[in-house]
């Protein structure tokens, strides 16, 4: 065991004080109601105030018990030396950093992450504690344990591939972070020598640089003549960070 990552104590606070306020709001409007008279005069309709009490008091409890139900629904993540292990009311499921395939990185915050495929997303956002950490942690651990595994594949002549969603789809993801992520995939195939994207390709050794702009919302490959290679969203790429020291790893043993 490493680390285990739990609700989010700021997000609770911040939610039932939001709901407190309302409910104490609703509260004070109701005692006002009960104190019109000759020392405290209303200028409008006397029975509305019990409505808006009502409400604000109804609407205090609902905050407090969405935000109590997004928090109970959050699984847990604990971080093992080969590992991570979400657990919560539906069940646990342990997914190795070596067969971890695909991580998402959503570009307003949040990761979702799978074995394969096939396999269901689990999603990490805000609401659990230290997210950031535990974000850039399971980043570490992906590339230190599968990117040793895939570059055991490339030295072996294999190729490996890495899959990418739409542009659009990855800037809807940007304004809108719904967990919905069951899109077509397109395939990025590496090799030991070349980077292959659709029907172009580039010499790994040619790749100057990968520069990602967060305001436009782009990432280029940048070829050693200065040429932009291919663009794509930043959050497009699954697993784009493996992908990234990898090329840089196969540099180096070039």
Known sequence: ???????????????WCMAALFAGAGAVVLWLSTRIGPHLRFSGDVSLL??????ALALGAAIAFFIWRLA????????????????GPDGEHVTLYRDLEDLYSFHGGGIGYRASPGAPWTF??????????LSERLRSMQIKHRGEALQQQLQSGNAVVFRYVEDR???SKSMVASRNLDFPTCAIRLTASQLHIGQKS????RIAAIRTNSWTEKSHIVDV?????HKIHPSAVLSFDLLQALIARRQQSA
């Not at 019990?50 to 409400?55: H, N």
């Not at 109970?72 to 657990?87: K, T, V």
């Open 169 to 171: 789809v990855a800037q």
């Open 124 to 133: 990490i956002g805000s609401r659990i504690r230290r997210f950031a950490e």
């Open 225 to 229: 003549d200065g040429e932009v290679f």
């Open 202 to 205: 580039i010499d790994i050794a």
């Open 1 to 15: 065991m490493i680390a285990t990552y739990g609700k989010s104590r700021s997000f609770l606070l911040v939610g």
């Open 72 to 87: 109970a629904s959050q699984p847990a993540f604990h971080l093992y030396e080969n590992g991570i292990r979400a657990s």
């Open 50 to 55: 019990p409505m808006v009490g009502s409400g």
